[in-house]
C-alpha cells in the first residue's frame, strides 16, 4: 500500500511538474504572439514612412521642374 501511495505521490508531482511547463509554454507563445504582432506594425509603420518619403520626393521634384520652367522663361524674358 506504501508504495501505491508513493506512486500517486510521485503522479501528483509529475502532474503539477507538468501544469507548470504547459503554463511556461503559453506563455512563451504569448509572449512570441506579442513579438510577432509588435513586428508586423513596425513593418506597417515602417511602409507607410516609405510611402510618406516617396510622395515627398515626387512632389520636390515637381516644385524642381516648376522652378526650373520659370527660371528658364524667366531667363529668355531678360534676353528679349
Known sequence: MKGLQEDLDHSHNNLGLDEQRIKYLESNVEVEKRERDDAYNLAQVAQL????????????????????????????RAWS
Open 49 to 76: 514612412d516609405v510611402e510618406e518619403l516617396k510622395l515627398r520626393l515626387q512632389e520636390e521634384a515637381a516644385f524642381r521642374g516648376r522652378l526650373q520652367s520659370f527660371n528658364e522663361a524667366a531667363s529668355s
